[in-house]
């Protein structure tokens, strides 16, 4: 059974930073892309950043130069650095692998971005 257990969330001011991670289990890591995505309230859960297996990254235009996906398959953790964060960052984040055509997530961390 795969699972994804995220940490790293809390309260953070304006302009400040914090670091994700998403540790996984139960699958062969190194072998498929990984995403994190969020969820503000009232609205939906939109994708962030991914990282393939080639560590390949894209980002949604919201985060660009302020967020980076990382991973390390020998930890078989993939990470998501934000710098810069805004309000509007304010959310649950989920980390979220995809294996054929099941979707499996983590339980969500929060980031609470506010002075």
């Known amino acids: 059974q795969v699972q994804l257990v995220e940490s790293g969330g809390g309260l953070v001011q304006p302009g400040g930073s914090l670091r994700l991670s998403c540790v996984a289990s139960?699958?062969?890591?190194?072998?498929?892309?990984m995403r994190w995505y969020r969820q503000a309230p009232g609205k939906q859960r939109e994708s962030v950043a991914l990282?393939?297996?080639?560590?390949?990254?894209l980002y949604t235009d919201s985060v660009k130069g302020r967020f980076t996906i990382s991973r390390d398959n020998a930890k078989n953790t993939v990470y998501l650095q934000m710098n810069s964060l805004k309000p509007e960052d304010t959310a649950v984040y989920y980390c979220?692998?995809?294996?054929?055509?099941?979707?499996?997530w983590g339980q969500g961390t929060q980031v609470t971005v506010s002075s």
């Open positions: 990282i393939s297996s080639s560590l390949t990254t």
């Open positions: 139960g699958t062969i890591f190194s072998a498929y892309p």
């Open positions: 979220n692998v995809q294996i054929d055509l099941l979707q499996f």
